[in-house]
T-cell receptor, first 112, second 113 residues
């Protein structure tokens, strides 16, 4: 089955700096790669996603890149703000797989 | 008009008891899930249902029994609760059998004492 590895497990940055979280996946058939943000005590919520026919996607301060050959994808957050502090999960799935396989999460702390 | 709602939000119970968690989605999605989030924050799939049919059971103990009476509901019943069952349980739903955004419920924090 699919296996998703996520690094780092914790990340601390100064406000205004950039943060990068990386994930690798094992199943070359996976074609959908979402990123979820989970604030303390809340539910995970999608912040950005990318499909395998695209190499990069941006949404304001957030971007995701995908390298299908190497089977890895990354989340980039620029100009970080304290409210970006949360746990971030990457995931990988394919149509009709019946699930997304999640990475173990990255706890991002943005220091004011 | 909550998209995915699950109840209760908190559940404190003694070892050996049986409890249920209910989940409903009003998004018209065809796939529903139960995820378990442990104290280390890992999100692990437990069950996945597509149009009321069980399609994934990730080696979850038999004490856990999901039930989907219709496409919009997926309940979780747990028998003979153990201390190790303490966790946050999230219900979620999505389209396209998983290859689309998953919408999560608010979570149920289960504490077994």
């Amino acid at each position: 089955g699919e296996n998703v590895e996520q690094h780092p497990s914790t990340l601390s940055v100064q406000e205004g700096d950039s943060a990068v979280i990386k994930c690798t996946y094992s199943d070359s058939a996976s074609n959908y790669f979402p990123w979820y943000k989970q604030e303390l005590g809340k539910r995970p919520q999608l912040i950005i996603d990318i499909r395998s026919n695209v190499g990069e996607k941006k949404d304001q301060r957030i971007a995701v890149t995908l390298n299908k050959t190497a089977k890895h994808f990354s989340l980039h957050i620029t100009e970080t703000q304290p409210e970006d502090s949360a746990v971030y999960f990457c995931a990988a799935s394919m149509r009709n797989a019946g699930k997304s396989t999640f990475g173990d999460g990255t706890t991002l702390t943005v220091k004011p | 008009d909550t998209a995915v709602s699950q109840t209760p939000k908190y559940l404190v119970t003694q070892m050996g008891n049986d409890k249920s968690i209910k989940c409903e989605q009003n998004l018209g999605h065809d796939t529903m899930y139960w995820y378990k989030q442990d104290s280390k924050k890992f999100l692990k799939i437990m069950f996945s249902y597509n149009n009321k049919e069980l399609i994934i059971n990730e080696t979850v103990p038999n004490r856990f029994s999901p039930k989907s009476p219709d496409k919009a509901h997926l309940n979780l019943h747990i028998n003979s609760l153990e201390l190790g069952d303490s966790a946050v349980y999230f219900c979620a739903s999505s389209q396209q059998g998983g290859a689309a955004e998953a919408f999560f419920g608010q979570g149920t924090r289960l504490t077994v004492v």
